[in-house]
């Protein structure tokens, strides 16, 4: 059974900080896995889908990985605002159904 | 293009009473997925509608239940209404299946059983 952890469950840094969030899986066959951002009260947007067979994506900022072998995602955040405060969530698509397993996210604060 | 939107934003209902939510999805999208999020347990699937067909199913009570109009609108109901249900109700639309192209969530409806 598939099932995805993601660590640190907090994290509040200084404005400017670069920093990562860590996202881990347990069954590596996977189809892709998503980075989203959800802001209090709304619902979520995504921000970096990455295919079995890629191993980065970026988006401005924004640069995650993906490790199947080790079962392990990052999602790199650099020069952090205080705009970028929010809960980041991963899910994994996996499994003959494909439906989307997610992690429980990591609350960010940036602290101006 | 408009993006996916959910009806009501709120809703308080007691326990015992049933309930109705909506998503209208993207245009031209015609999967419609489901999730139910709580601070215990995350974001858990419900289910997912494709060209009116439902087409994945979470591990869910049959309290639960969904439909999808021709025009990839979707309905879900939740019947006999428990504490347990009070959770924010997000629904995402996907040009196709989901996971398999990126999906678009809506900003979902708070739910609160009483």
């Known amino acids: 059974k598939q099932e995805v952890t993601q660590i640190p469950a907090a994290l509040s840094v200084p404005e400017g900080e670069n920093l990562v969030l860590n996202c881990s899986f347990t069954?590596?066959?996977?189809?892709?896995l998503q980075w989203f951002r959800q802001d209090p009260g709304k619902g979520l947007t995504s921000l970096l889908l990455i295919q079995s067979s890629q191993r980065e994506q970026t988006s401005g900022r924004l640069n995650a990985s993906l490790d199947k072998s080790s079962g392990r995602s990052t999602l790199y955040i650099a020069a952090s605002q205080p705009g970028d405060s929010a809960t980041y969530l991963c899910a994994v698509n996996a499994g003959n159904n494909r439906k989307l397993i997610w992690g429980l996210g990591t609350s960010l604060a940036v602290n101006p | 293009k408009a993006g996916v939107t959910q009806t009501p934003r709120y809703l308080i209902k007691t326990r015992g009473q049933q309930v109705t939510l909506s998503c209208s999805p993207i245009s031209g999208h015609r999967s419609v997925s489901w999730y139910q999020q709580t601070p215990g347990q995350g974001l858990q699937f419900l289910f997912e509608?494709?060209?009116?067909?439902?087409?994945n199913k979470g591990n869910f009570p049959g309290r639960f239940s969904g439909r999808q109009f021709s025009n990839s609108r979707s309905e879900m109901n939740v019947s006999t209404l428990e504490l347990g249900d009070s959770a924010l109700y997000l629904c995402?639309?996907?040009?196709?299946?989901?996971?398999?192209?990126?999906?678009?969530f809506g900003p979902g409806t708070r739910l609160t059983v009483t």
């Open positions: 995402a639309s996907s040009r196709s299946g989901q996971g398999t192209y990126e999906q678009y």
């Open positions: 509608y494709f060209s009116e067909t439902q087409r």
């Open positions: 069954d590596s066959a996977i189809y892709n």
